[in-house]
């Protein structure tokens, strides 16, 4: 299959490229420069210098395609993203999207993948849910909820088959949020705020990575959760994240502190369930993931940094 993937240089997209290339199937990545045509080149695939905004000059480089992935993103790594910043995250999905979706009518790409997020249906009661809960987002969650409606109303429009894959949070040797959570928990200045109840649902980047694959290959149509199969109190993965790189237990500091010092989203996402299962894309697609808890993540995880010395992001 001929695939054109935008954000094929991020830590999913990466992946995505290897595993692509891996079975057989034609990856073109966007790229903005020359590190990212070195990263798409080094996975096999083939690097489109282009403007993810610019349908005219994506299909300039391409011209058949079978599935194109959104899997680009700015989500802020500050710990307090001003409006702005999230600003720019809204348009990657909104004007991102809008923008494959010409390629995809231009190409006659039989199916388009927007990535999204689990949280964007967590009920305000945060009791478990799924697929069949109504969209609930917050303020930056609002482009994700509006960025699903346009692929899936577009698929319906245009005839093509449009997946909606919400990923859990996602963790990995490589991503950045979980590169800083491992230095500061070592240095015991991550501490877990309120009583670290929460439970996410979350998922290793490698198993996200796989279930791009199976997307692309079954082309399931609709909107899907992928996560691992035991969402986890944030309290419980802190410790054992400590645990295992040798550190202390993390320090625990009230909610209205952190609010203060790490403010509202970072707190929030702290202290708020969400509480998914995959089931849906398992049954759709067959696929399974390779860890299916923070246990066997978070060991891999830290196996990786000790034996290999991961470049920082
Ligand atoms: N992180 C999570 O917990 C999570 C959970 C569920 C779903 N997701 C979604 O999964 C996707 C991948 O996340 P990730 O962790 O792999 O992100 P990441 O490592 O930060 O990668 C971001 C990618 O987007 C590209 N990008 C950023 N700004 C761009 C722009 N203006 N135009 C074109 N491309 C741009 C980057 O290209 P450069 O290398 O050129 O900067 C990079 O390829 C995202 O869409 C995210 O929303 C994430």
Same mark, same amino acid.
């Given at each position: 299959m001929r695939v054109l993937l935008a954000g094929s240089t991020g830590v999913l997209g990466q992946r995505l490229v290897r595993r692509l290339s891996e079975h057989g199937h034609q990856v073109h990545g966007?790229?903005? !420069?020359?590190?990212?045509?070195?990263?798409?080149?080094?996975?096999?695939?083939?690097?489109?210098?282009?403007?993810?905004?610019?349908?005219?000059?994506?299909?300039?480089?391409?011209?058949?395609? !079978?599935?194109?992935?959104?899997?680009?993103? @700015?989500?802020?790594?500050?710990?307090?993203?001003?409006?702005?910043?999230?600003?720019?995250?809204?348009?990657?999905?909104?004007?991102?999207?809008?923008?494959?979706?010409?390629?995809?009518?231009?190409?006659?790409?039989?199916?388009?993948?927007?990535?999204?997020?689990?949280?964007?249906?967590?009920?305000?009661?945060?009791?478990?849910?799924?697929?069949?809960?109504?969209?609930?987002?917050?303020?930056?969650?609002?482009?994700?909820? @509006?960025?699903?409606?346009?692929?899936l109303n577009a698929g319906d429009e245009y005839g093509f088959t449009s997946t909606v894959l919400r990923g859990g949070w996602f963790y990995g040797p490589d991503a950045w949020h979980t590169q800083s959570f491992g230095e500061r928990l070592k240095k015991r200045m991550l501490p877990i705020i309120g009583d670290g109840s929460a439970y996410w649902s979350i998922l290793h980047v490698d198993d996200a990575a796989n279930a791009y694959l199976v997307g692309i290959e079954h082309q399931p149509a609709g909107v899907f959760h992928v996560v691992d199969d035991e969402p986890v109190q944030v309290g419980e993965f802190f410790r054992y994240f400590a645990e295992i790189q040798g550190a202390k237990p993390p320090l625990r500091i009230p909610a209205w502190l952190a609010r203060l010092a790490a403010g509202s989203f970072s707190t929030d996402f702290a202290t708020t369930s969400m509480i998914t299962n995959a089931e849906k894309f398992k049954s759709a697609t067959g696929w399974q993931p390779q860890f299916p808890s923070y246990r066997e993540g978070l060991s891999e995880v830290v196996r990786e940094w000790e034996e290999v010395a991961i470049p920082s992001r």
């Open positions: 966007l790229t903005r !420069d020359e590190r990212g045509d070195r990263i798409v080149r080094d996975r096999g695939g083939t690097p489109i210098r282009a403007d993810l905004f610019n349908p005219d000059e994506i299909t300039r480089h391409v011209d058949n395609v !079978d599935s194109i992935v959104h899997a680009a993103t @700015a989500i802020p790594r500050k710990q307090r993203p001003s409006a702005q910043d999230w600003a720019i995250n809204d348009e990657i999905r909104i004007r991102g999207v809008e923008s494959l979706i010409e390629v995809a009518r231009r190409t006659g790409a039989r199916h388009l993948i927007f990535q999204s997020v689990v949280w964007v249906a967590r009920p305000d009661d945060e009791s478990p849910f799924d697929e069949r809960a109504p969209v609930n987002p917050d303020e930056v969650t609002q482009s994700a909820a @509006a960025a699903e409606r346009i692929a």
